[in-house]
């Protein structure tokens, strides 16, 4: 069976007057129906902007897709015009952004903002929509939702009003939810909920998920599939459990090892990955963590190494890296 | 009421937060209406002794900012006091708080707000030497700032440029340099790498910990990464509504919570081992169904582990 979502090539700058931002380069990869694909990175990754621009949610200009193709469905995304994305996001392509705070519309009773998309992509009455709004937010967990439909965003609290985003985002059953740090702004208690309302969801209508975070706990729970990405480029790629016990990349090798794991005070110091995250203004030559890599070879300098399946790791295990980490750890480890 | 009685510490608390309490609100509007008031720090009591690190956790709106921000006299508690060094600051003037400015300083969370985006980073950092009058001639300035710099792990060469020209990281260690400028005895961290990119965090606690290390400092760390308070502090603070519920050393917080709301914290964080994560049940707690009465108490469970009761 074809995959739900097969991006390839997807190449996005931006174009401001300090110069060209390469936020995404030569982005390629797919996604199963149903699966849950884990997307890591910290800002400048080129994790939201790739997610944004396959929809046509950037602002062109500055942004401009240099290069790509975008299969949803057997259709190319980046094709279509204005009118069929319209059609598209909200009804097979829900969205859930990070800050509650500032995509609801403040003005807007929380029935309003759900029913929207529900009238304007099914034709329903204001009656049947109301039905549907209710059964949306007693699906997300939301008490009293029929006597709180009336109300205005600020009379929710900041888990609500998440609540609230992923009822507007699974309101028209997408196909693809994309959620982009949905959870960031959220207390850990409130998150805990959201993610286990989002592993209900998928049980109960089998959504397809994009979640970007830059949480690796969050995705050690919820992703099928996690996807590291650094400088616009894929790192690394692969089953969780695999990659969380095989990193091939020294960037997703940094990030775990990094991370106190439970470590008490006075153990050992942190492991810390040297340097600062790379300007994106530079054209961008060779594997864009090499600067930070005490691995890194010459070559990796020179020249960007493709994604590929790792040898001898499971089938998916995919790096982008001209070094053999297991073995320049092992050289490490003889040293001390 | 004042907690951690039952140690008998080798040396005297550094800091004493005494009863404090910080209200917003309540006044009469200009139709005379009364607002309700906000009780964003309640009761608050705690010690903190010279080179410690003491966390404090609780979700956004239970007033751990707030408690940071009063205890510096950044804000004026509605009553408690405020005890540094064994002197009371609380009610004292503009002047004579002066000379204790010095001694506590503050991070903030958002390194690109908190810098001065038309100042250099070198400007920034020497301009608390400049307000207290400390090394007045402007090369010996120079010189400490750079002696700064290198502190903190930036090339001094970085001086005379902007703060756009770094990214969060830097910035942060240039409210770090500007924080220990003065050669403070207590530092209040609020959130100090939540804003930062997941691969310099580390960076930033280990230079926390070298820090401390190197002089001495006296910390109040408030974070909402449990992982990372474990990790750095000596004793945990958690906070509900603006009510301490639960205090102790950090093994005994972390291994044995006793209040519904810290087990329901601990139970939230999630843990980067897809194996662990997947099977994990969060433990629910509903805040507004359980708040803490308000003749409740801490009362002792353990060695130095108070609970609200």
Known sequence: MAPLLDIRNLTVVFDTPAGTVHAVNDVSYTIEEGETLGIVGESGSGKSVHALSMVGLIARPPGRIVSGEVYFKGRDLLKLSQRELFDLRGKEIGFVFQDPMTSLNPVLTVERQIAEPLRRHFNLSKSQARERVVELLELVGIPNARERIGQYPHEFSGGMRQRVMIAIGISCNPKLLIADEATTALDVTVQAQILDLVRDLKKKIGTTVIWITHDMGVVAGLADTIQVMYGGRIMERGPVDTVFEDPRSAYTWGLLKSLPHGGKRGTTRLYQIPGNPPNLINEPIGDPFAPRNTFATERCLRETPPLQQVEGSVPGHKAAVWYDLREELKKQEAKV | ?309
């Open chain 2, 1 to 309: 009421m004042s907690v951690d009685r039952t140690m008998t510490p080798p040396q005297k608390p550094l800091v004493i937060a005494n009863r404090l309490c910080k209200t917003f609100g309540g006044g009469r509007s200009l139709l005379g209406a009364s607002a309700p008031a906000l009780k964003a720090v309640n009761d608050v009591s705690f010690e903190i002794f010279p080179g410690e690190t003491l966390g404090l956790v609780g979700e956004s709106g239970s007033g751990k900012s707030t408690t940071g921000r009063v205890l510096l006299q950044l804000e004026e508690p509605t009553s408690g006091d405020i005890i540094f060094k064994g002197q009371n600051l609380t009610g004292l003037s503009k002047s004579l708080l002066k000379p204790h400015r010095r001694d506590m300083q503050i991070i903030f969370q958002d390194p690109y707000s908190s810098l001065n985006p038309r100042m250099t980073v070198g400007e920034f950092v020497s301009e608390p030497l400049i307000v207290h009058g400390v090394a007045t001639n402007k090369s010996e300035r120079n010189d400490r700032v750079a002696a700064l710099f290198r502190k903190v792990g930036l090339d001094p060469s970085f001086m005379t440029r902007y703060p756009h020209e770094f990214s969060g990281g830097q910035r942060q260690r240039v409210c770090i340099a500007r924080g220990i400028a003065l050669d403070p005895a207590f530092i209040v961290a609020d959130e100090p790498i939540t804003a930062l990119d997941v691969s310099i965090q580390a960076q930033i606690v280990n230079l926390f910990q070298d820090l401390q290390d190197e002089l001495g400092l006296t910390y109040l760390f408030i974070a909402h990464d449990l992982s990372m308070i474990r990790y750095l502090c000596h004793r945990v603070a958690v906070m509900l509504r603006g009510r301490i519920v639960e205090i102790g050393p950090c093994e005994a917080i972390f291994e044995n919570p006793q209040h519904a709301y810290t087990q329901a914290l601990l139970s939230a964080i999630p843990v980067p081992d897809p194996r662990i994560e997947r099977n994990r049940k969060p433990i629910t707690f509903d805040v507004s169904a359980n708040l803490p009465p308000e003749e409740a108490t801490l009362q002792p469970v353990g060695d130095r582990h108070f609970v609200l009761r």
